[in-house]
């Protein structure tokens, strides 16, 4: 037969098809010549791998590839991304075997080996042996791509095929490899985004790692139930070690499998430094640090270096304008790199402006900076970025308590610039939002040695830990980092501010002796330097400490001294707190009429002083022995006053320590109902921060009628 034929004229051109042929003829332009061999016979491709044993959940990715199915008259085409080893290949198959039966033309299956030191496999390769797939034998596959494009089109249009384009390198590399048919489906997997793609009506699918459930699922699949039910606590583990990465748990369960003996606990602390894990791998699974080395090598130099900051960028969570500020480099530039890092699914974007940069992808950038940055230039980095987080953590606590003393040396410069939080509330608010990465920068000063960083890191989280109180975290960060780096640097007022602020902890969960330990050292060392202010914090402490072991005399003593003293230096508001703390003593005593003395005093003098918390609390005290006394009114609307404070500033701790006043003034009047509600609020607020109080509330519902 004969298509497409013109004649005359120098460009003339004449296209023909000898031979017979089923199935559609189409014209291919300026081809020429495209034989259809009659000896081509229809072949049912069938080269999927097969689908993985053990790759449990995943739910939602799979509904977003079943979705993509859904349109009408469009092919169907899916572009799973994500960083190496996360799963993509592994979902790709399990989906696409779970669909096959709608693919009764065969299934094609190519890696295009992106990362592959030779380079990409070019799209004229894919098609030759695609062809010769579908039943083109070699001797009539052309040597020109767009003559292999058109056979290819033209032998997949409307057949039910299914494709996966398997680690792909770039959206030019899958075009050409695109089908004619709207019944079919193709996948393409990749470490990059493809987002060329998108004209092609692409559905792009991102794969993060695996939950808790499924990771420990696939740990169990491989290496037995019974042996994850055993050792539950080092499962947990060494899932939470492998960050929920398919491509580590199996190298991990893997290697445990091998070795049936092996306990997981010993396994789960050999693997504890991620760069063990890093170097994991067995013969048929390459290195995860294979699988990370292959997408930093690919990245342009500005985004490399990016990567590498990342690795020492404090906690999990990356912002662009902190990485500008450190730098030097404009904010565009800074955002044009990470969109490179986001890309190459190096970085995931978060609900917010920050960017998340998984934990083995963290440990992995480290490890590159180690290696591809002079220690100089690494660690001026590293303490640039910790200190940017150091100057932001005084900035909120100048602006939550703006009448502390304070011993560290950024508070005078810091104070002296516009605030940077409107009020309490925004800089608490920011405090939360961020205080995995100020706890991470804390730990990461100590890791570097920087002992004049992590004691000033400690006294500048006061002002965050008094409204949320995480007592065991705030105890092991002054025992093992705060306390010792104060006294490494010789710095004898930091050792007794940092003292101070460990035995008030110390006392919150009951541990007299050792707070009583903590403010005798501190008051000692107070003395030796002559620092008024610090002897009276400590005094203050002590008094704390005498009326938790009931020793309410010698309470009293230690905070009327402190009184003294702090009237004397000028500090109102340390007044305030010690008159507040003698009026619960003498409560305790029953010399209620002093009592309200002081109290009404301790709340006069936070009023005057601009301290909205302190005053909430002095009402607090105030409503709870109005309601002993039988005023439930004045007793209520004081609680409520201090109740609108607190809950306005965001302050977990007072608003359960006003609700729990609530909660026992409504069960004291007949009223079950209200003081269920308030105590509930109240036990829940105290068990997020392991407060002891949590325990005694609990009971005290439990005795509700």
């Known amino acids: 037969m004969e298509a497409g034929r013109r004649t005359g004229g120098p460009n003339a051109v004449r296209n023909t098809l000898p031979g017979s042929v089923t199935g559609p003829v189409v014209q291919a332009g300026a081809v020429h010549e495209l034989h259809l061999n009659t000896r081509w016979k229809p072949v049912v491709p069938a080269q999927l791998p097969p689908p993985p044993s053990a790759l449990p959940g995943r739910d939602r990715e799979l509904a977003e590839l079943d979705r993509c199915r859904a349109t009408p008259g469009r092919l169907p085409l899916a572009v799973l991304s994500g960083p190496g080893g996360i799963g993509k290949t592994a979902l790709a198959l399990r989906?696409?075997?779970?669909?096959?039966?709608?693919?009764?033309?065969?299934?094609?299956?190519?890696?295009?080996?992106?990362?592959?030191?030779?380079?990409?496999?070019?799209?004229?390769?894919?098609?030759?042996?695609?062809?010769?797939?579908?039943?083109?034998?070699?001797?009539?596959?052309?040597?020109?791509?767009?003559?292999?494009?058109?056979?290819?089109?033209?032998?997949?249009?409307?057949?039910?095929?299914?494709?996966?384009?398997?680690?792909?390198?770039?959206?030019?590399?899958?075009?050409?490899?695109?089908?004619?048919?709207?019944?079919?489906?193709?996948?393409?997997?990749?470490?990059?985004?493809?987002?060329?793609l998108a004209m092609h009506g692409a559905r792009f699918v991102e794969v993060g790692p695996l939950g808790p459930a499924e990771s420990t699922a696939v740990l169990a699949e491989v290496i037995g139930p019974e042996r994850v039910a055993a050792e539950p606590n080092a499962a947990e583990r060494l899932v939470s070690v492998c960050g929920g990465v398919p491509l580590a748990l199996t190298l991990v369960a893997a290697r445990l499998r091998t070795r049936p003996r092996r306990p997981l606990t010993r396994e789960a602390t050999a693997l504890a430094e991620r760069a063990d894990l890093l170097r994991l791998s067995t013969e048929?699974?390459?290195?995860?640090?294979?699988?990370?080395?292959?997408?930093?090598?690919?990245?342009?130099?500005?985004?490399?270096?990016?990567?590498?900051?990342?690795?020492?960028?404090?906690?999990?969570?990356?912002?662009?304008?902190?990485?500008?500020?450190?730098?030097?480099e404009a904010l565009g530039d800074v955002e044009e790199g990470l969109d490179e890092l986001v890309d190459a699914n190096l970085l995931a974007e978060g609900p917010d402006d920050h960017?998340?940069?998984?934990?083995?992808?963290?440990?992995?950038?480290?490890?590159?900076?180690?290696?591809?940055?002079?220690?100089?230039?690494?660690?001026?980095?590293?303490?640039?970025?910790?200190?940017?987080?150091?100057?932001?953590?005084?900035?909120?606590?100048?602006?939550?308590?703006?009448?502390?003393?304070?011993?560290?040396?950024?508070?005078?410069?810091?104070?002296?610039?516009?605030?940077?939080?409107?009020?309490?509330?925004?800089?608490?608010?920011?405090?939360?939002?961020?205080?995995?990465?100020?706890?991470?920068?804390?730990?990461?000063?100590?890791?570097?040695?920087w002992s004049d960083l992590v004691w000033q890191f400690c006294e500048a989280l006061w002002g965050f830990f008094t409204h949320h109180q995480h007592y065991t975290e705030w105890i092991q960060v002054h025992e093992e980092f705060?306390?010792?780096?104060?006294?490494?640097?010789?710095?004898?007022?930091?050792?007794?501010?940092?003292?101070?602020?460990?035995?008030?902890?110390?006392?919150?969960?009951?541990?007299?002796?050792?707070?009583?330990?903590?403010?005798e050292k501190a008051l000692r060392l107070a003395k030796a330097e002559g620092h008024e202010p610090s002897i009276a914090s400590a005094l203050s402490q002590l008094g704390r400490v005498a009326r938790g072991l009931g020793d309410l005399t010698t309470a009293i003593e230690h905070y009327r001294a402190a009184a003294r003293l702090q009237d004397r230096l000028g500090i109102p508001r340390g007044?305030?707190?010690?008159?507040?703390?003698?009026?619960?003593?003498?409560?305790?005593?029953?010399?209620?009429?002093?009592?309200?003395?002081?109290?009404?005093?301790?709340?006069?003098?936070?009023?005057?002083?601009?301290?909205?918390?302190?005053?909430?609390?002095?009402?607090?005290?105030?409503?709870?022995?109005?309601?002993?006394?039988?005023?439930?009114e004045e007793a209520r609307r004081l609680l409520h006053t201090a109740l609108a404070t607190v809950r306005d500033l965001g302050s977990p701790h007072h608003t359960a320590e006003v609700l729990a006043a609530l909660g026992e003034l409504a069960a004291d009047g007949g009223d079950p109902v209200t003081a269920r509600d308030a105590l509930t609020e109240a036990v829940a607020l105290y068990a997020a921060a392991e407060n002891p109080r949590a325990g005694a509330l609990a009971a005290r519902l439990r005795e509700l009628p």
């Open 95 to 196: 989906w696409l075997h779970r669909i096959r039966t709608d693919c009764s033309d065969g299934q094609l299956y190519v890696d295009l080996a992106a990362s592959d030191p030779a380079g990409p496999v070019p799209p004229d390769k894919v098609l030759q042996w695609f062809l010769h797939a579908l039943g083109v034998p070699p001797e009539d596959i052309p040597d020109e791509q767009p003559e292999r494009e058109a056979i290819f089109r033209s032998l997949t249009a409307d057949r039910a095929l299914a494709l996966l384009l398997d680690n792909a390198a770039s959206a030019a590399q899958v075009r050409p490899l695109l089908p004619a048919t709207v019944t079919g489906v193709v996948v393409v997997t990749s470490r990059w985004r493809l987002n060329g």
């Open 284 to 328: 048929d699974d390459p290195a995860l640090r294979a699988a990370f080395d292959s997408s930093y090598e690919s990245l342009p130099p500005a985004a490399a270096r990016l990567y590498r900051l990342c690795g020492l960028y404090p906690g999990g969570r990356v912002r662009a304008d902190v990485l500008a500020a450190v730098t030097g």
């Open 355 to 449: 960017l998340r940069c998984h934990d083995l992808l963290r440990a992995h950038a480290r490890e590159v900076a180690r290696r591809d940055c002079p220690e100089p230039e690494r660690a001026a980095a590293a303490r640039a970025l910790v200190e940017w987080h150091l100057d932001m953590l005084v900035r909120a606590d100048i602006v939550l308590h703006p009448h502390r003393w304070r011993v560290g040396p950024r508070y005078a410069r810091l104070a002296a610039e516009a605030p940077a939080f409107p009020d309490a509330r925004a800089a608490l608010r920011w405090l939360e939002h961020e205080q995995q990465a100020m706890w991470a920068a804390l730990r990461e000063a100590a890791a570097w040695g």
């Open 482 to 519: 705060g306390v010792p780096a104060a006294q490494r640097r010789g710095h004898r007022l930091a050792e007794v501010r940092l003292r101070g602020q460990l035995a008030f902890a110390l006392a919150k969960v009951h541990r007299y002796p050792d707070a009583a330990r903590e403010n």
């Open 575 to 632: 007044v305030a707190l010690c008159r507040r703390r003698i009026g619960e003593v003498l409560v305790e005593l029953g010399r209620v009429d002093e009592a309200v003395v002081e109290l009404e005093a301790a709340a006069r003098i936070m009023v005057e002083v601009g301290d909205p918390v302190q005053h909430a609390r002095a009402l607090v005290r105030l409503g709870t022995l109005h309601g002993r006394q039988g005023r439930a």
